[in-house]
């Protein structure tokens, strides 16, 4: 595998710079991508290896981040499951969510390769333009994550339809994850199969339960799903790192490096530091300056930076935000940010 220093923060290797990239590197906040999506639908993006390749090397090309992430939306593999979404700007919504052991059973599990082959030729075109500059991450909605907008029917505030299932009618929300654990799977290894360098596997609401229903419920099924990887034919051939993410992961650090994963993704809740002690090293950290952030000054997000450096030391971290780049962002205070964490790096 390559030595880029992205990947080798992500097998917990001493640095001699902190590496940076972004969980949402193409969106809102950048005028090169908003001039694209002028002209096609975001599904359209997804759908179009062409323009998909564009919006993900964009940022590349803009700021010289130490990696790069497909552009694509975890809720892409619901069509394949047999679940219609749609793509509003108001955000996703499944017109039929899924709550009945009925609708469980006729969830499906396809192949990613038949199923979604734009995907697939969306990384192979993504890896020819980035000509080896830096690594390509690929990703998944985690299973816990995919059940909460399946059974919702798109985004939540309170989970209720999902709580209600979680709680409820325990068997069946088993047996739906168990399906999204399998898809998530196959999905992932199709991707490295397909040439990325790294697989990130997010968890956004993976946060909204409590610790001990965290090991019943996200964190049982993302084991799984990395087990799966594990135990796979391309992974015996060409092991690649994995990242999980989980958005509000402070309440269940004693349980969050058991997940498998190379790399854990800490939001801007919890101090990278206290995450390190309760974590331990066998584990890198990827994280977590707070996205609101941005808003300041260069001057105050160079402190910050400074900051969650000098806290996550120089060990196994990979500098990122907590979670994704805010749409009212200013392009040139990520450039601050990205200035800011490269040149105090090469300084430690």
């Not at 069509?79 to 219609?84: A, E, R």
């Not at 985690?142 to 409820?168: C, F, N, Q, R």
């Not at 898809?183 to 991707?191: D, H, P, R, S």
Request: aromatic residues 8%.
């Amino acid at each position: 595998m390559s030595e880029h220093l992205f990947l080798r923060a992500c097998r917990r290797e001493t640095v001699e710079r902190t590496p940076i990239w972004m969980m949402r590197q193409a969106g809102r906040y950048l005028p090169a991508y908003r001039a694209v999506r002028a002209k096609a639908s975001f599904l359209e993006l997804c759908r179009n290896p062409a323009l998909a390749t564009e919006v993900t090397l964009q940022p590349i090309d803009e700021f010289g981040f130490d990696a790069s992430i497909l552009f694509s939306d975890i809720l892409i593999t619901l069509p394949p499951m047999g679940i219609d979404v749609i793509f509003p700007d108001a955000g996703p919504k499944i017109p039929t969510p899924v709550r009945t052991s009925e609708a469980i059973a006729d969830v499906k599990v396809f192949d990613p390769e038949l199923e979604l082959p734009y995907v697939m030729e969306a990384i192979k075109q993504i890896k020819t333009g980035l000509a080896g500059r830096v690594p390509l991450i690929g990703f998944a909605g985690a299973p816990l994550t995919m059940l909460t907008y399946i059974v919702e029917g798109g985004g939540s505030k309170d989970y209720p339809h999902t709580k209600k299932l979680l709680y409820g009618a325990p068997k069946d929300a088993h047996a739906l994850l168990d399906k999204i654990a399998h898809n998530c799977a196959a999905f992932l290894e199709a991707q490295v199969r397909a040439g990325a360098d790294c697989v990130q596997l997010f968890d956004s609401w993976g946060g909204i339960v409590s610790p001990g229903d965290f090991r019943e419920y996200p964190l049982r099924y993302a084991k799984q799903v990395i087990q799966l990887l594990r135990s796979s034919k391309t992974f015996s051939e060409r092991p690649v790192p994995i990242i999980y993410f989980v958005n509000g992961c402070a309440p269940y650090l004693d349980d969050y490096a058991s997940s498998g994963a190379d790399v854990l993704g800490v939001d801007w809740r919890v101090g990278i530091d206290e995450v390190r002690r309760r974590v331990g090293d066998g584990v890198a950290l990827q994280g977590n300056l707070d996205p609101g952030a941005l808003f300041a000054s260069p001057a105050e997000i160079r402190t910050r930076v400074a900051d969650i450096l000098a806290r996550a030391g120089t060990r196994g971290h990979i500098f990122n935000l907590g979670h994704g780049v805010l749409p009212e962002t200013n392009p040139e205070h990520v450039r601050a940010m990205v200035t800011a964490v490269k040149e105090l790096s090469a300084r430690s």
